[in-house]
Each structure stands twice: as C-alpha cells, then as structure tokens.
C-alpha cells in the first residue's frame, strides 16, 4: 500500500479544482454574489480534504520509526520478511503499520489480541501485496480473533477444527494459536494467508477461485488449471496442495496461494504452471 500515491492524490486536487470551479460559477450565475468564488474554494478545500484524508494520515504515521518490539517480533516469526533486504523489509514495515492503523482487529469475547497476533495478520497482508504496492485492502470487514480453534457454531473446544473463516460479507475470523503454527511451521498451511486469500476472491462478490483484478483469470488456462487440480486433488493424486483444496474452487485458490508463499520451490518444481499463474497474479517470486 502507497502511503502517499501521487497519481491518484493529483487527480483529487485536480477533481477538487474542477469542483469548486463549477460551484463558483454557478453561485455567480444564480446570484451573482461576489461570495461565490469564496463558496467554490471553500468546497474544493473540503473536498480534497476528505480525498486525501487517508493518505495525509499514512503519512503522519510513517513519520515516527517503527516499534523496535514490533520489528523483533517480525523478524522472529515472519521468515518471508527476514529474507527481504533493508529496502524491502522498511516497505514490508510500513504496510504492516498501514493495516494496522486502517483495520479493525479485535478479540471474540474476552480475548485480548496480543502484538504477535496483530503482526501476524498484517504481515500475511503485506507478503500478498508485496509485489503489487497499488493494492489497497478493503476496511470493510472486521477481524475477529479467538484464543485458539472453535467449531461451526463459535465455541471453543479441544475437538473444535476451524482455525479460520471469512464470510461472504461479514467479519474475518482467525484462531491465534493456529495462525501463530502456521508461521512457526512454514509447512504450506498458513491460515493468515488462506482467509486473506478468500478475501481477494470474494472481493467481486463470488467466492468462486478468480482473484480480484486478475487479468489472466478472463482466459481459459486460469479456468483450466483451477479444474484440472480439483480433479487431480480429488481422485487422490499427488500433489503440492494441501488435500483441503478438494472442497471447491474457492479452496483450491486458498490452498494454492499457501503453497506459493510457504513452499514455493516445491510448488515451481512439482507444478510449475500453477505457480507461474500465481507469480503473474502476485508479481513477486517467493522463492528468494
């Protein structure tokens, strides 16, 4: 995420000039009131104001160093950050920071989300868009954390098995514990990467495998792999992906995205046209 796009902050100023313009000029013809051009900068001011309202707060918040018990915790559990060079890891600092700041992250109940938690979710964000800096997350959904895994109906049990849930227009929903083993295990099971990747599909509405904004989905070889790997996954063939995939096309492409960041040589070895329509969509290669 930009914390100050220059294109698109321009064309606010740009559309707030115009605004206010038209405003003044129209205040004149209705009344001919010399107030009238006071009116239209009075609006554009407002208008710019409330346009950029976002990206002048990323840039206030960027201004002050990042969290050095922040920083240790990234660098202790995010192996994905520790292999970035000091560039990378600076711009992989400030999404987390950004995410944080702009998404509502809370415990279910009682629980209190610790740091690592919260760090945790956002650096899943960061290494998805690591590659695609433009990419901003909706601020739509809130994230719901419980103390560990609950069963369909929300409640926590030693046999409950739901580490993570994204509905199609309701809240986030992770376990810690789980969400801190999948980082601690790099095994191609990640459940921050795996809800934040429904949320990318489920982003057109339809949680059906095709990512937002992904041009090559439009052609037939997306469709074509995301078929041939159901069909692969379950007839109980050898695979890269996780079994879990099976469920539907909106798991294959969560299982997948998993695969691609945690065992991505793997998955460039045993399935490579899968993963290079993974490094296109992404535009990053995992593989370091």
Same mark, same amino acid.
């Given at each position: ?13 740009? +559309? ?74 600076? &711009? ?84 810690? &514990? ?71 096309? +909106?798991?294959?492409? +969560? ?31 995992? &593989?370091?």
């Amino acid at each position: 995420m930009r914390a100050w796009p220059r294109q698109l902050v321009r064309f606010h100023y740009a +559309a707030a000039v115009a605004v206010g313009v038209v405003v003044a000029l129209g205040a004149a013809a209705v009344g001919g009131h010399p107030a009238g051009a006071l009116l239209g900068v009075v609006v554009a001011a407002g208008y710019a104001g409330s346009a950029t309202r976002r990206y002048r707060r990323r840039r206030a918040l960027l201004e002050a160093p990042m969290d050095e018990a922040w920083r240790r915790i990234l660098e202790q559990r995010v192996a994905y950050y520790r292999r970035l060079d000091e560039a990378g890891q600076a &711009r992989f600092e400030n999404d987390v920071r950004i995410f944080l700041a702009e998404q509502n992250v809370t415990g279910a109940g009682e629980h209190e989300v610790d740091d690592a938690t919260r760090l945790l979710i956002a650096a899943s964000a960061a290494m998805l868009t690591n590659g695609t800096p433009d990419f901003e997350w909706p601020n739509l959904r809130d994230i719901v954390v419980y103390p560990q895994a609950f069963d369909d109906d929300y409640h926590l049990s030693e046999d409950a098995r739901v580490a993570g849930q994204v509905h199609r227009q309701g809240p986030i929903i992770y376990s810690a &514990r789980d969400l801190k083993l999948g980082f601690r295990r790099e095994e191609g099971h990640n459940v921050g990467l795996h809800e934040l990747a429904h949320v990318l599909d489920l982003q057109d509405g339809h949680a059906d495998g095709i990512p937002v904004d992904a041009d090559f989905t439009a052609d037939a070889p997306w469709v074509g792999v995301v078929t041939d790997r159901l069909r692969r996954l379950r007839k109980g063939r050898p695979s890269p992906l996780r079994d879990y995939g099976a469920i539907n096309e +909106a798991e294959l492409f +969560a299982v997948a995205v998993e695969a691609f960041f945690e065992k991505p040589d793997e998955l460039a070895r045993r399935d490579p046209e899968l993963f290079d329509l993974l490094h296109d969509y992404f535009q990053q290669d995992p &593989r370091g």
